[in-house]
């Protein structure tokens, strides 16, 4: 019964999309197996890198970096580690990472290679495009109670003042002063 419901929790997990955590997961690897050669702790910095600090660590983490966040294929640590052990590159020399840990790793650099919440990367590769500007509503015709026409674009409603804008300037017109066709244009529209 336990043994199934273990089975049955070790098959599920990855499908309830538990994500690699770094200060669960992954520090404790690079702990365990990169501080001796690359943390402040130990003074020793290989390379120039180091895996306690995780201010300089997010400064490795970005696209064509060492760790480039979602693409594991891409980023030279994960090859690093994955090298033939008779490479001189492979990382840590002489030993190397079990397969389950390789494979955290490798969660982690696909999921965003996140530092935690705190100092978290910036998720994704691609730059961040700033949102489009909303365009800009085309101009109505506006009637006033007393039969003119106006060609204005709608701004705003503020209480019984609908705000319209005209050659680039704002005119504040009262609904009162406004056809039925127009004041129900004015009311209607959502903001
Ligand atoms: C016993 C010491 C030692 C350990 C442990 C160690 N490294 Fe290194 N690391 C080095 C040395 C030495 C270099 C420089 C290698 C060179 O220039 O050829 C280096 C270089 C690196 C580099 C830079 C490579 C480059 O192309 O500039 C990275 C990234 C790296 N190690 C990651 C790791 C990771 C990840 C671990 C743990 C899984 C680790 N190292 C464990 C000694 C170590």
């Not at 990169?34 to 943390?39: F, P, Q, V």
């Given at each position: 019964m336990l043994r199934s419901l273990i089975f049955l929790l070790a098959v599920l997990s990855p499908a309830l999309g538990r994500a690699a955590d770094?200060?669960?997961?992954?520090a404790p690897i690079f702990k365990s197996k990169?501080?001796?050669?690359?943390?402040e702790q130990a003074k020793k910095e290989k390379n120039g890198y180091v895996f306690d600090n995780l201010e300089r660590l997010a400064g490795d983490i970005?696209?064509?970096?060492?760790i480039d966040p979602g693409r594991p294929g891409e980023s030279p640590l994960m090859e690093l580690i994955t090298l033939p052990e008779g490479d001189k590159r492979h990382m840590p020399p002489g030993g190397s990472l079990s397969n389950k840990q390789i494979k955290l790793i490798r969660e982690w650099i696909q999921e965003?290679?996140?530092?935690?919440?705190?100092?978290?990367?910036?998720?994704?590769g691609l730059p961040v495009k700033p949102a489009p500007k909303p365009p800009e509503p085309a101009p109505e015709q506006w009637i006033s109670t007393d039969g003119k026409a106006i060609t204005a674009v709608f701004v705003s409603l503020d209480g019984e003042i609908v705000v319209l804008k005209m050659n680039g300037k704002p005119y504040r017109v009262p609904l009162a002063k406004l056809s039925e066709a127009s004041r129900r244009q004015a009311t209607q529209r959502k903001p």
């Open positions: 770094f200060k669960k997961d992954i990169c501080y001796e050669c690359h943390s970005r696209p064509s970096g060492m965003g290679a996140l530092l935690g919440k705190k100092g978290a990367a910036k998720p994704s």
